[in-house]
């Protein structure tokens, strides 16, 4: 029974040293202060999870936030010697399914972590200069340039990490009324029209999953109704969000409201100006 409660979190760390990736998209504003701190330390403020799997993270995080004009696109390469954390405030643990007995493809570091920033360096495509690959190794709290820098990063450059993420584990390890707590919380504290878009879409996800559909309906109607009036009206956001509601309603057996609402999908991905061709396929495929 033990073993189906939940999802599992690895406390046992592998004995060599091995690295994992995150992908996402920073702010102008905020790399350029990544990039002066080059050498010092990064804090981050909530949870943090990286993935085993560097194509993932690249294809489907950090390559994508360079469509829009205002991120650069990031590979956060992360550096981890068990042995270093098992002796030091280096917390973090496997994430993996149930009844998987090998380490898991995600690995979630706790609140409050402090990174080493390595190294900064671009990574070279031609489509794009706004892609960087930044290098980082978590310290403990032995590490003494931390005690005089760790206060001023906090106060410079704070990740927003994925809480979305959190719930998302949340509801993998069978918690979905926590999960739904976390994401009101984070509605509640939205400050921003984006975030408030991405809280309802979190919510709209968590409701589908557990068959709430009519809760699922409302969330996603907010998230595209405020996401209608702070993006261009081609955006792949919309395509996503009227992809989610057609697939709301074909689960309550709206057929027809399912089916419109997949064509308008179709139709913003046709219109967009960088198209998603798998995206694509996958809308062609729901209808």
């Not at 709206?254 to 308008?264: D, G, I, V, Y």
Request: glycine share 6%; proline share 3%.
């Amino acid at each position: 029974e033990q073993q189906q409660q939940q999802q599992q979190l690895s406390t046992k760390t592998p004995p060599a040293r091995f690295r994992v990736f995150r992908g996402q998209g920073l702010s102008l504003e905020n790399f350029e202060k990544m990039k002066k701190t080059e050498g010092g330390l990064l804090s981050v403020n909530n949870f943090l999870s990286a993935s085993r799997n560097s194509k993932t993270s690249f294809h489907n995080y950090a390559y994508p936030a360079t469509r829009h004009p205002d991120l650069v696109g990031i590979l956060f390469v992360i550096t981890i010697d068990p042995k270093i954390c098992a002796t030091s405030s280096i917390h973090f643990a496997d994430v993996k399914p149930v009844g998987q007995n090998e380490v898991g493809e995600e690995i979630l570091f706790s609140t409050h972590t402090i990174f080493r920033i390595d190294r900064i360096k671009r990574i070279h495509d031609e489509h794009t200069d706004r892609l960087w690959q930044v290098n980082l190794t978590p310290i403990g709290d032995g590490n003494h340039d931390m005690n005089t820098l760790t206060l001023r990063l906090r106060q410079e450059l704070t990740w927003k990490m994925g809480w979305s993420r959190v719930s998302e584990i949340l509801m993998r390890m069978g918690e979905p009324l926590k999960a739904e707590h976390l994401c009101k919380i984070e509605l509640d504290k939205a400050s921003s029209s984006q975030e408030r878009a991405d809280c309802n879409n979190q919510l709209g996800k968590l409701y589908a999953e557990t068959g709430k559909y009519s809760r699922a309906l409302s969330s996603y109607k907010q998230a595209l109704q405020i996401s209608m009036e702070i993006l261009p009206t081609n955006h792949f956001h919309l395509a996503d969000a009227y992809s989610a509601i057609g697939m709301i309603y074909f689960q309550m057996g709206e057929h027809s409201k399912a089916l419109s609402s997949l064509k308008r999908s179709i139709d913003i991905q046709n219109r967009a100006l960088i198209t998603d061709d798998i995206k694509l396929v996958d809308s062609y495929d729901n209808i």
